[in-house]
């Protein structure tokens, strides 16, 4: 079975530094997705960014991007530039193949530093 | 367009009694899935649904849960004799299945409360 694993619970940052979270899975698929997903207190799960594991090149998006090492099993993000409206919890996420269910890590508590 | 809709956004019941969850997924998005989020356990599958496939329930945590999908777009995921343990923000998603566009797309949530 699938893991997702997010050993840490909280994390702090300040406003305009760059903070990194954590998040290494587990899988025997070599087809496969991983995202990230942020929920502010609203409880509405958004998307931040995903990446193909058949793709090599990092995916970004604006101040978001990732450090994916597939040998490692590894699929950190970063947030650049750390703005207030970041504060969130943020879940790893992995999905086998183009359309199946979400396995999900624990998730981290990001908190932004004014 | 509109997003994936849940209602109610909040439930209160007793301990016993039975509720019913309801998910509104994106026009035109032809799979739907339940997951649930709790303290204890994070964020859970619970149920799939792919057009008129049988629903993958292999995420449901005892039979008293069950779930349909109604002309393949509403769907209403129904705990029966409720359990303080069964309290929870329930999740709804739907995506695309075809056209390259596979993005789960999430709804607000319904958060049980089992008292």
């Known amino acids: 079975a699938q893991t997702v694993t997010q050993s840490q619970p909280e994390m702090s940052v300040q406003e305009a530094e760059t903070v990194t979270l954590s998040c290494t899975y587990d899988t025997s698929e070599s087809d496969y997705y991983l995202f990230w997903y942020k929920q502010p207190p609203s409880r509405q799960m958004i998307l931040v960014i995903r990446?193909?594991?058949?793709?090599?090149q990092n995916a970004t998006e604006n101040r978001f991007s990732v450090n994916f090492q597939k040998a490692a099993k590894s699929f950190s993000l970063k947030i650049s530039d750390s703005q207030l409206g970041d504060a969130a919890m943020y879940f790893c996420?992995?999905?086998?193949?183009?359309?199946?269910?979400?396995?999900f890590g624990k998730g981290i508590t990001l908190s932004v530093r004014p | 367009g509109a997003g994936v809709s849940q209602s109610p956004s909040n439930k209160v019941t007793e301990k016993g009694k039975d509720v019913e969850l309801r998910c509104d997924p994106i026009s035109g998005h032809t799979a739907l899935y339940w997951y649930r989020q709790s303290l204890g356990q994070g964020l859970e599958f619970l149920i799939y649904f792919q057009g008129n496939s049988a629903p993958d329930k292999s995420g449901l945590p005892s039979d008293r849960f069950s779930a349909e999908r109604t002309g393949g777009s509403v769907s209403t995921l129904t705990i029966q004799r409720t359990q303080q343990e069964d309290s929870a923000v329930y999740l709804c998603?739907?995506?695309?299945?075809?056209?390259?566009?596979?993005?789960?797309?999430f709804g607000p949530g319904t958060r049980l409360t089992v008292t």
């Open positions: 998603a739907s995506s695309q299945v075809m056209g390259g566009e596979y993005e789960q797309y």
């Open positions: 990446q193909e594991a058949y793709k090599q």
């Open positions: 996420a992995y999905r086998a193949g183009a359309n199946s269910k979400l396995t």
